[in-house]
């Protein structure tokens, strides 16, 4: 996480948060996770409606 | 032998001057673009506004949105564009560390001078004007959603250009300009104007309302609040998409491109602050920021008007760092920033503040989420070019966050007040209560009516 740089003319190739460490796949993981819960969320809000409905 | 190599030098030089001219035609172009693709930001916040009024009042809330945008291109041409470059220091007028600011290069700014109109010798200052001009309307606009359907006309305008060619004018002279004290001496690092840009003008706003009061039946005498529905939300998402859109512009005028006598590096695009990035940082970032922000949204609220909304937050939450965040974490950033959103809305409107459109929320506290967190994210990048310079830091970004809610509540709060001891702030109550667009627009938005649709779900 962060930067180590003494200058920005030191900043080449990859130059995102985290590039060559680890903390990219806890980012990615991450995002995934996000994306499960929202739809299993999102897919139990509008099974809960439709049962609402059918009451 | 001599002769050929005068021959060979001459057809260097040729290609040397047509290499120049290309390259300053590109980057001539490349601003110029950034300026019609803004305007599309106000063509949204028109749409987003009008429909978020009640069919009472869209006109009048059309006219004002038009009149921001209007009054904003004089003004900052006036003095705002001077402001950015006297300022950098603080309030001395001083020279800057890169001799790029102070009383005396702001000179060249004035309206009277060589640079300010058309000039065969200066194809940057006109382009870079028309973006900054921009960025200024964008401010105003955000203001204005906030403020419908009860703010006088001529009052809301004087605010308008108090915020966009001043306040936050100000704020990106501290922290944006190369020489702004807030960059050279804590670190701030602000790519994308989360905090100088959105969360400014989302404190204006919030400075305003207190003043300006709530809409006549937003509160019960219990003091719970009551929902007023806009006429037309499929057109304030529309608006809302519009506003995404040239969102691109107003992120791509904040990139330095290369080649040119004031850019920072020969071969390599940078940021405002001469830190190295591409246009593919933009591409990356943006898409994975706004769709975090509409899956965090949607996660927390289920509606359209929060999704969209939630998109523009995704962004705003990572524009401090777009131009370095890795895509998943812009992600997650964004999800967070679109998941914020409700729960922040709705502690502003049960505390009296009735913020039509969630312009505070949105822009203010979600601008100051992001400049703030790319404190952690983005700890120890350098801020400008150069051995020995400040390092974006949590506590810079920190400092960033509150000199920022200052310069936009404080002009906001203090402005609004002198309107309203003035009679000029809040339109008459027969007025409001009749609708803004029968008392004093000439058309109507409407004229053959509006069927209504079927109502909400809960």
Redesign the interface.
């Given at each position: 996480m962060g930067f180590d740089l003494a200058n920005v003319d030191e900043m080449t190739g990859p130059i995102f948060t985290g590039a060559g460490s680890s903390m990219s796949t806890v980012w990615f993981l991450l995002a995934v996770l996000v994306c499960i819960y929202t739809l299993w969320s999102g897919y139990k809000h509008e099974h809960d409606a439709y049962k609402k409905l059918k009451k | 032998m001599e002769e050929q190599l005068a021959e060979l030098a001459a057809k260097v030089a040729e290609l040397e001057a047509a290499a120049s001219v290309t390259n300053t035609m590109f980057a001539e172009t490349y601003y110029y673009l950034t300026i019609p693709l803004m305007v599309i930001i106000h063509a949204g916040f028109l749409a987003y506004e009008m429909g978020a009024s009640r069919q009472k009042n869209v006109l009048a809330s059309g006219i004002k949105n038009i009149l921001a945008f209007a009054f904003m291109m004089p003004t900052f041409y006036f003095f705002g564009w001077w402001v950015y470059w006297g300022f950098p220091t603080g309030i001395t007028f001083s020279e800057g560390a890169m001799g790029i600011s102070g009383a005396e290069y702001a000179a060249f700014a004035w309206p009277w001078t060589e640079s300010a109109g058309p000039n065969l010798d200066d194809q940057a200052t006109g382009v870079f004007w028309g973006a900054f001009a921009l960025f200024a309307a964008t401010t105003a606009s955000i203001f204005s959603g906030a403020v419908i359907e009860r703010i006088q006309v001529v009052g809301f305008v004087i605010l308008a250009v108090v915020l966009g060619s001043f306040a936050w004018v100000v704020a990106a002279a501290w922290g944006w300009h190369a020489d702004g004290w807030l960059v050279t001496q804590w670190g701030v690092h602000d790519f994308g104007a989360a905090g100088l840009v959105h969360a400014v003008a989302g404190f204006f706003a919030l400075g305003v309302l207190i003043n300006l009061g709530p809409r006549i039946g937003k509160y019960n005498e219990d003091g719970s609040a009551n929902h007023i529905a806009g006429h037309n939300m499929p057109f304030t998402v529309t608006g809302l998409m519009l506003i995404i859109v040239g969102f691109w512009g107003f992120l791509m005028a904040c990139v330095i491109v290369p080649g040119e006598g004031w850019s920072w590096y020969a071969d390599k695009a940078t940021t405002i602050y001469?830190?190295?990035?591409t246009l593919s940082?933009l591409a990356f970032n943006i898409l994975?920021g706004m769709s975090?922000g509409i899956?965090?949204a949607?996660?927390i609220a289920?509606d359209p008007f929060f999704m969209m909304s939630g998109a523009l937050a995704g962004i705003i939450a990572t524009a401090s760092?777009l131009?370095?965040?890795?895509?998943?974490?812009a992600?997650?950033m964004g999800?967070a920033g679109g998941a914020l959103l409700k729960p922040c809305y709705n502690f502003l409107d049960k505390r009296g503040i009735d913020d039509a459109v969630g312009a505070v929320t949105v822009h203010g506290t979600i601008g100051l989420f992001g400049l703030i967190m790319f404190g952690?994210?983005?700890?120890?990048?350098?801020a400008?070019?150069?051995?020995g310079v400040a390092?974006?830091s949590l506590v810079g970004q920190l400092v960033g966050a509150v000199v920022f809610f200052l310069l936009g509540f404080v002009p906001g709060y203090v402005v609004s007040w002198i309107l309203n001891a003035l009679g000029m702030l809040r339109v008459a109550e027969e007025a409001e209560l009749a609708g803004l667009d029968l008392t004093k627009v000439p058309l109507q938005a409407y004229p053959e009516g509006i069927v209504p649709s079927a109502p909400a779900?809960e």
């Open positions: - | 001469g830190t190295p990035m940082s994975m975090g899956i965090g949607w996660a289920r760092g131009d370095v965040y890795d895509p998943s974490l992600f997650v999800a952690i994210w983005g700890s120890g990048l350098p400008i070019q150069g051995d390092t974006v779900a």
